[in-house]
């Protein structure tokens, strides 16, 4: 992943939340939850989060993990995993967050129950790269879910495209006051394959016996379930 990429992120990193709730009108939090509950999360599972932003996928895991669950997040920027830290310490939540590259994590094999990465795979640079390693880490039989960003069909695809190019660069600017970043959120949007293709990217990995994409909010965003092949 680019430096120029990870230091935009830690240059938004304190507006990042805020923005996230303007730009989603706060819905980013139900699908987050629906991701949790599409990985059937059970008492004592052990979770990874990659491209862990924030935190807020972590903490959901962990409130489904229980106490006797561990959940780890990892994300490239760490002027992002600081403030994860702090709204941890804020909450009294236990959860670790550390510094590591989607495309190498610093794990053994077949160590989680579970993997996840909200709104990140799309920029890693080798996506399938980054499936692998997170089957690589994930016990056989246990689940990889990735939800990302698509693009909707339908009436709902012209307001899209109008909402997108026009009022999310507007509040990046406003907000953040960095427009370039997030009309990079949005070129990069546009470019994701998603849908029936980043399954076909997961059919490339060869490292699950099963796959299933559930399409939200009219196609705005995906939900990918990925269930990891035994040994």
Not at 70 to 84: C, Q, R, T
Not at 134 to 145: A, D, N, Q, Y
Request: with cysteine; charged share 30%.
């Amino acid at each position: 992943m680019s430096e120029k990429i990870k230091n935009m992120f830690s240059d938004i990193s304190r507006k990042y939340d805020l923005i996230n709730d303007l730009l989603s009108f706060g819905i980013h939090r139900k699908w987050r939850k629906k991701t949790v509950r599409m990985a059937e999360v059970k008492e004592g599972m052990k979770i990874l989060d990659i491209a862990c932003g924030t935190g807020d996928l972590a903490f959901e895991f962990r409130k489904a993990a229980g106490s006797t669950g561990k959940v780890i997040g990892v994300d490239f920027s760490e002027g992002m995993l600081e403030l994860a830290r702090l709204k941890a310490k804020q909450k009294n939540i236990d959860i670790e967050f550390i510094n590591a590259d989607a495309l190498n994590l610093p794990f053994e094999n077949n160590v989680f129950d579970r993997a996840s990465i909200a709104f990140g795979i799309r920029n890693v640079d080798d996506k399938i790269t980054c499936l692998k390693e997170m089957t690589r880490v994930v016990i056989p039989g246990g689940k990889v879910v990735v939800l990302e960003f698509g693009t909707p069909t339908g009436i709902i695809k012209y307001f899209y495209k109008i909402y997108s190019k026009f009022v999310i660069p507007l509040i990046g600017k406003l907000i953040s006051y960095d427009k370039k970043s997030y009309q990079y959120l949005v070129d990069s949007i546009s470019e994701f394959p998603y849908g029936e293709n980043f399954v076909l990217l997961m059919k490339e990995t060869d490292s699950f016996y099963e796959y299933r994409p559930y399409k939200m909010a009219f196609g705005i965003v995906y939900l990918y379930v990925g269930t990891v092949k035994s040994e």
